[in-house]
Nanobody, 116 residues
Framework: QVQVVESGGGLVQAGGSLRLSCAYSGRLFDIFNLGWYRQAPGEERELVARMSIGGGEDYADSVKGRFAISRDRAKNTLYLQMNSLKPEDTAVYYC??????????WGQGTQVTVSS
């Protein structure tokens, strides 16, 4: 089992920045992918950014150049730095840890609201 806890969401004006954190713990020896997803009201959950343990990052076109995913290996924490936020970035943001199986572990989500 892997436990996943997100934090860092909040209310920000358009053009502002936020940094989300995702602390993961438990059975970590076989995880291979970490990512951020979001779900806006009435919409399906979508990929925002993800990274593989071995290297390599992938971003949704809508956030390229504005968001950056990173990881602190010593702290078992995943981050999402979000800059130049837009009202359309408003959503619940979820962290997902994937281990071989594959098995997906999701956090409870953190709300990001961008006002215009």
């Amino acid at each position: 089992q892997v436990q996943v806890v997100e934090s860092g969401g909040g209310l920000v004006q358009a053009g502002g920045s936020l940094r989300l954190s995702c602390a993961y713990s438990g059975r970590l020896f076989d995880i291979f992918n970490l990512g951020w997803y979001r779900q806006a009201p009435g919409e399906e959950r979508e990929l925002v950014a993800r990274m593989s343990i071995g290297g390599g990052e992938d971003y949704a076109d809508s956030v390229k150049g504005r968001f950056a995913i990173s990881r602190d290996r010593a702290k078992n924490t995943l981050y999402l730095q979000m800059n130049s936020l837009k009202p359309e970035d408003t959503a619940v943001y979820y962290c997902c840890v994937i281990s071989y199986g594959p098995t997906q572990y999701w956090g409870q989500g953190t709300q990001v609201t961008v006002s215009s």
